[in-house]
Nanobody
C-alpha cells in the first residue's frame, strides 16, 4: 500500500520559516516526480512546487525565491523549505507522487496533509 506522510507544519509568524517533509512508503520516490500542493481555506488546491526524477524544480510564481523543494531518494523523502512566510501561505499542504510531461501531473498518491498557519 502506498502511503505518503507529511510533517513539519505548524504556526509561524509572518517572515518566519518552516520546513515540511514528505516520507513515502510502499513507493520508490526515485521513480516519480513529486509535487507539493496547498489548499487555503475556501480555495482550490494548487500546485506550489514540483521536482522531477532528475531533480529539476518548478514553482508557482507566488512562492518563487521563498520556497525550495528538494528530495533525498535514499530516505524516500521530499522536502519543502519555506521562508519569508506570508499570511496568504496559510493552507493545508499535501504532497503527491506523480509524473512530469512539461508540467507536473498528479497520480492518485496523496498524503494526509499538514497545516501551515502564518499569523502574528
Amino acid at each position: 500500500q502506498v502511503q505518503l506522510l507529511e510533517s513539519g507544519g505548524g504556526l509561524v509568524q509572518p517572515g518566519g520559516s518552516l520546513n515540511l517533509s514528505c516520507v513515502g512508503s510502499g513507493i520508490i520516490f526515485s521513480a516519480y516526480a513529486v509535487g507539493w500542493y496547498r489548499q487555503p481555506p475556501g480555495k482550490q488546491r494548487e500546485l506550489v512546487a514540483s521536482i522531477t526524477q532528475d531533480g529539476s524544480t518548478n514553482y508557482v510564481d507566488s512562492v518563487t525565491h521563498r520556497f525550495t523543494i528538494s528530495r533525498d531518494n535514499a530516505k524516500n523523502t521530499v522536502y519543502l523549505q519555506m521562508s519569508s512566510l506570508k499570511p496568504e501561505d496559510t493552507a493545508v499542504y499535501h504532497c503527491n507522487a506523480g509524473g512530469y510531461r512539461k508540467t507536473y501531473y498528479p497520480y492518485n498518491y496523496w498524503g494526509q496533509g499538514t497545516q501551515v498557519t502564518v499569523s502574528s
